[in-house]
């Protein structure tokens, strides 16, 4: 009975991790954005919307870059992230909850939203394979 229980559970888990699975929105000089709307509750389908940003850094140097969000409805700026600046080492992907890449928008609710684009994307590549070395200035 222990082992079915736990065979339904890890399937339940799995069934609702594949569902929902982050989509390609931009690959630009190495780094990959994913995106893919969440709760910002992991496991509370009643929390707030949120559009969640994964990126990966696919070449052998770190990579200093800067973006924002910004949110459409009927094909008109409603609400805009500034640009924060982030730093990605070779080969490392940066996951949503984990460094902060979850953006909700304040004056809109999600659902009345047609479109999102990032933003102010400006890419710095870096000589060292690792962020922690870079020179901050």
């Known amino acids: 009975m222990k082992k079915f ?26 780094l990959q954005f994913f995106t893919k709307w969440g709760h910002e509750k992991w496991f ?13 850094n696919t070449t052998d140097v770190a990579i200093e870059f800067d973006f924002g969000v910004e949110f459409f409805m ?19 992907t940066l996951l949503p909850r984990v460094s ?9 609710e999600p659902d009345s939203l047609d479109s999102y684009e990032l933003s102010g994307l ?9 962020c922690s070395v870079i020179d901050k200035e």
């Open 5 to 30: 229980f736990l065979f339904v559970l890890i399937f339940a888990t799995l069934s609702n991790v594949a569902a929902s699975q982050f989509i390609l929105n931009k690959d630009v000089d190495g």
């Open 44 to 56: 509370s389908k009643k929390s707030p919307k949120v559009l969640l940003v994964k990126i990966v």
């Open 74 to 92: 009927d094909l008109l700026l409603v609400e805009e992230s500034k640009p924060k600046a982030y730093c990605l080492s070779a080969g490392k």
């Open 100 to 108: 902060g890449l979850v953006f909700k928008p304040e004056s809109v």
């Open 122 to 130: 400006e890419i710095k590549k870096a000589i060292s394979k690792d």
